[in-house]
């Protein structure tokens, strides 16, 4: 846990998630999601200094019958 830092950070970050669905009919629909991590001092402290944001994008059509 982020208690358990050499350093007795608490700060994991925050990420930030947007999704979008629409379904286009009753068997069609598209999903579309964005995700953006920024880590806070824990993770840093975890990781050796590593500090780098991360950034996801997703998108799928799904069709049932």
Aim: charged residues 20%.
């Amino acid at each position: 846990t982020a208690e358990d830092t050499t350093a007795g950070n608490k700060d994991i970050g925050i990420e930030i998630d947007l999704n979008f669905h629409h379904r286009f009919d009753e068997n069609l629909m598209l999903n579309v999601g964005l995700g953006y991590l920024m880590p806070g001092d824990a993770i840093t402290d975890l990781t050796g200094g590593f500090d780098d944001k991360a950034l996801q994008a997703g998108a799928g059509l799904s069709y049932t019958f």
